[in-house]
């Protein structure tokens, strides 16, 4: 069965500071993988894709599979990324692609 | 970008009353819609995945007979939420994908639902 593992629930780190939010999966199949991150009081959205491997507001994610990680990371962290970041995993079932998330990891980045 | 409403934001019922709750795709047509439940400080977990014009698939453990979805048309579903008790309070989140399993899902606002 497909699993997205974030083993961390809180990350703090101060404003410049580097960051690294950790994600881990278990899929059989070939992974379709996403950040999506939710501003405080603001609805879910889509951060970032693997497939696009693209940068967004700086943020970057690399899939390994050898490592089956997609970690979310970002260099000099602001403060206005504060915010709770789902790691999720898209895989085929019953003819559709349905998605599985992580728990979430609330960044919060101090001045 | 592509807009997710959901209607309405918040409510509160008595305990067996039933609920409905609708999402709209309001600028783009979503072959699929999802309905996500979440409970507060925990992650979004997959209630079902609703294409239009077909029966809606349930994830392992959730009642069809008492989450019925409806997808009736490509910019509309509904969750009912039937005979609801006090444990059913919850975040419930849906969202909508135009189509193929890479593109971008877009997440309605939520609804809260506080039943008495």
């Known amino acids: 069965a497909q699993r997205v593992t974030q083993p961390e629930k809180l990350l703090s780190v101060f404003k410049g500071a580097p960051v690294e939010l950790k994600c881990n999966y278990s899929?059989?199949?070939?992974?379709?993988l996403f950040w999506y991150v939710q501003y405080s009081r603001q609805r879910l959205q889509l951060l970032l894709r693997h497939i696009s491997r693209e940068s967004i507001k700086g943020f970057t994610a690399d899939l390994n599979k050898g490592e089956t990680s997609f970690h979310l990371k970002k260099p000099f962290a602001q403060e206005e990324d504060s915010a709770m970041y789902y790691c999720?995993?898209?895989?085929?079932?019953?003819?559709?692609?349905?998605?599985?998330f992580g728990r979430g990891t609330s960044l919060i980045v101090h001045p | 970008g592509a807009v997710v409403s959901q209607h309405p934001s918040w409510v509160i019922c008595k305990s067996g009353t039933s609920v409905k709750i609708e999402c709209r795709s309001l600028?783009?047509?979503?072959?699929?819609m999802f309905w996500y439940r979440q409970f507060p400080k925990q992650s979004l977990m997959l209630m079902a995945t609703?294409?239009?014009?077909?029966?809606?698939?349930?994830e392992q453990g959730v009642e069809k007979d008492k989450f019925l979805i409806n997808h009736a048309s490509l910019t509309l579903s509904t969750l009912t939420v039937t005979s609801a008790h006090p444990e059913d309070s919850s975040f419930y989140i849906c969202s909508a994908r135009a189509g193929l399993v890479f593109d971008t899902q877009y997440f309605g606002p939520g609804t809260r639902l506080t039943v008495l």
């Open positions: 600028d783009f047509q979503a072959t699929t």
């Open positions: 609703s294409n239009e014009g077909s029966k809606a698939t349930y």
């Open positions: 899929y059989s199949g070939s992974p379709e």
């Open positions: 999720a995993l898209s895989h085929a079932s019953g003819g559709s692609y349905i998605p599985t």
